[in-house]
């Protein structure tokens, strides 16, 4: 009979364990560092357009709202709270991604907010990243209207009506959207950790009303990243045009922005 056995097999787990550690490492720096890298070095500058836009964006608000006159311009133009009407708070919530929260130091969040822009533009294209942001900050502020309507209890999902009169505005819902969502789909638990676990401690640590909407941001991020792998992975059936059956062409593998065709 062998001697120490019994040994192998939390050897063995051991190994297995952290072998899949570093293949998700390895796989996550793939997809979230060199395939972004490869993308900016093949489109150059351009790539960053939407990157840079909303981040002189929400510098130029800070700028004008520190100027005579500037706040209220700023206010008339994206100024949110949940106490506006519907209409008014839906029409300004877009520029509202630009207009930073009075009680958050702007230049603190501006690498954090590029940063998002950028990996979201160069993985998602800048389309999907324009949709994911809107989608995101458009969920918080909503979800925060129900908790207003609903009023304090509930098990701690409604919120006081004093609620209705903070200022919410900023691009924090968005920038924790785009990261949540770019984490589901490259499949990136230290990303996701960093983000949407933050989020979560935020809200346990500090529950106010911009906590709330990012958890419900990450939470909005989470089901279109979960969606969008669902629709990558059904399969394609063939399509009957006048009695003949078209079929879909040659699936491409890798990453969405690879154009690799597989055998």
Not at 56 to 80: E, T
Not at 123 to 140: E, K, M, N, Q, S
Not at 146 to 159: C, E, N, R
């Amino acid at each position: 009979m062998a001697v120490g056995g019994g040994g192998e097999q939390p050897r063995s787990v051991a190994r297995r364990a952290a072998s899949f550690v570093g293949q998700t490492i390895l796989g996550e720096w793939q997809g979230i560092v060199v395939d972004p890298v490869r993308q900016l070095w093949r489109r150059g500058l351009p790539a960053l357009t939407l990157a840079f836009v909303a981040t002189f964006g929400v510098i130029f608000f800070h700028d004008l709202a520190q100027r005579p006159g500037g706040a209220r311009l700023v206010w008339l133009l994206g100024g949110v709270k949940a106490d506006l009407p519907l209409w008014l708070a839906l029409l300004r919530t877009p520029i509202s991604l630009y207009v930073p929260a009075l009680d958050l130091p702007v230049w603190a969040g501006i690498t954090q907010l590029f940063l998002a822009f950028a990996l979201a533009e160069l993985i998602l294209g800048r389309a999907r990243t324009l949709v994911i942001a809107y989608v995101t900050t458009l969920a918080g502020t909503l979800t925060a209207r129900v908790m207003i309507a609903i009023g304090p209890g509930w098990g701690g999902l409604g919120l006081p009506a004093a609620c209705g009169r903070v200022l919410d505005t900023g691009p924090s819902a968005a920038v924790v959207g785009l990261f949540t969502y770019i984490s589901v789909v490259r499949r990136a638990p230290v990303v996701f950790t960093l983000t949407g676990g933050s989020m979560v401690w935020e809200s346990i640590a500090v529950p106010n009303l911009a906590g709330r909407e990012h958890l419900i941001a990450v939470g909005m991020a989470i089901v279109l990243g979960l969606f969008h792998l669902r629709e990558r992975t059904l399969p394609r059936t063939g399509t009957v045009v006048r009695g003949a059956t078209t079929r879909p062409g040659p699936r491409t593998v890798g990453y969405e922005n690879s154009t690799r065709a597989a055998p």
